[in-house]
């Protein structure tokens, strides 16, 4: 187990990344630096990591989860859409001997909105257009709700905390704000998650309605190296908000 | 150097995974089909495993434990587990000691069958079951 953050990102330099990114899935690892931060701040503020279970929704590579583990998370559980990705995240558990502690479910989180406990139709936080599969008429959606909301709430009671750094929702708009309503609903006690700045009051105007209690711990740049043949610039940085949300008043049985 | 991996589903994520086809419901548990199942040794955290046993569906692991070969897990757990080192003991290998590498989850519901390929569930759903 690490001992401080320091350590923690010097353990997490050794860490694999994505050898063929894909632009559609917004791809970009979250950092060493960045995932030290995260980890040990909801390690040291919060006593949210220490002998708890740890979820994460795209998982990656696992680098949050990686960092969770090495910082004495009990149990990791990863859900990914992409197996190349998994197969990195497994392969960094298993050199540092902790895949013990961490299990992977493949999931596309947009098939597991369930925005009957929310309900509500506009959740696209980039644009009012959302392409998402949850914006066609929700009466006829009404079904599909139900199994997906299932899905999440029979995770509930296993997951303590979630901590993710979603698609920021530029390839496929809304994807960021469906990402947090799946984590508000499929942890007991907190989700911390990175989104742009740019969209904070959005953030915040969201998590009141929902009922969740948003607090920004840190305004961060994210470096996104020059990964794509898209990207012209050497790096592009993103500012990006760390959010804690307190979910626990949402599900109090 | 050769990595052996263990990363397999176990039955912590099992016993948490309901069949996810629009319209099906009242379809927990899954049923696990497993076709390699292997076992791995590890120390047992009892801490861990009575913390975890306060969040699982008994009766649903004690039905999936006998999917997978494991036998002797009683009707219903006694109220002071944390005494009982032999069920303890039990309740990790179930739990954490043996992974599902290959088979699949079906639900016993609507005939779906969800692939465990290399010790993953896939969840994923086509277009006309979403």
Redesign the interface.
């Known amino acids: 187990m690490a001992r401080n953050r320091k350590q923690l990102e010097s353990l997490l330099q050794s860490a694999n990344v994505f050898s063929k990114p894909k632009i559609k899935l917004e791809q970009y690892p979250t950092n060493p630096h960045l995932a030290s931060h995260i980890v040990f701040m909801a390690h040291q503020n919060y006593d949210e990591i220490e ?1 708890k ?1 740890i979820g994460e929704l795209g998982s990656g590579c696992g680098n949050l989860l990686l960092a969770s583990a090495l910082m004495g998370a ?2 990791c ?1 990863g859900f990914e ?1 992409d197996e190349d990705a ?1 197969g990195i995240a ?2 960094n ?3 540092y001997e902790l ?2 502690h ?7 989180v947009t ?2 909105v369930a925005v009957g406990q929310f309900s509500e139709d506009d959740s696209s936080s980039d644009s009012k257009s959302s392409e998402n ?1 949850e914006s066609q008429s929700s009466a006829e959606n009404s ?2 709700k ?3 909301e ?2 999440i709430s ?2 509930r ?2 997951i303590d905390t979630i901590i993710m750094n979603p698609p920021f929702g530029t390839k496929v708009q809304g994807v960021d704000m469906i990402f947090l309503q799946v984590a508000c609903q499929m942890a007991r006690k907190s989700v911390y998650s990175l989104h742009k700045t740019s969209t904070r009051q959005y953030i915040l105007q969201k998590a009141r309605q929902w009922g969740v209690e948003a607090e920004i711990l840190a305004e961060l740049k994210f470096d996104i190296p020059n990964m794509y043949k898209f990207h012209k610039k050497k790096n592009v940085e993103v500012e990006v908000d760390l959010y804690r949300f307190d979910v626990s008043m949402l599900h109090r049985n | 150097f050769f ?1 052996f ?6 039955l ?2 099992a016993n ?10 009242d ?2 548990p899954l049923q696990i089909v497993p076709t390699v199942v292997e076992q ?1 040794e ?1 120390e047992c ?1 009892p801490e ?1 495993i009575t ?2 046993m306060h ?2 569906d008994y009766p649903a692991l004690k039905r999936m434990s006998e999917d997978i070969g494991i036998h002797g897990l009683p009707d219903e757990l006694p109220a002071d587990l944390e005494n009982n080192e032999q069920l303890i003991q039990l309740l990790h290998t179930a739990l ?1 000691d043996t992974h599902v590498q290959q088979g699949e989850l079906a639900c016993n519901k609507c005939g779906r069958k969800y692939p465990i390929a290399q ?7 086509t277009e006309n079951e ?1």
């Open positions: 002998g279970v009990s149990y559980i859409l998994m497994r392969e558990f298993s050199e895949d013990t961490v299990e992977f479910v493949r999931a596309d098939q597991l599969s079904e599909s139900s199994s997906a299932n899905f029979r995770w009671p296993l | 990595f991996f263990f990363f397999s589903m176990r912590l994520s948490t995974i309901v069949c996810i086809v629009k319209g099906c419901t379809n927990f791995e590890t955290n861990f913390h975890i969040r699982v954490l010790g993953i569930p896939n969840m994923l759903l979403v």
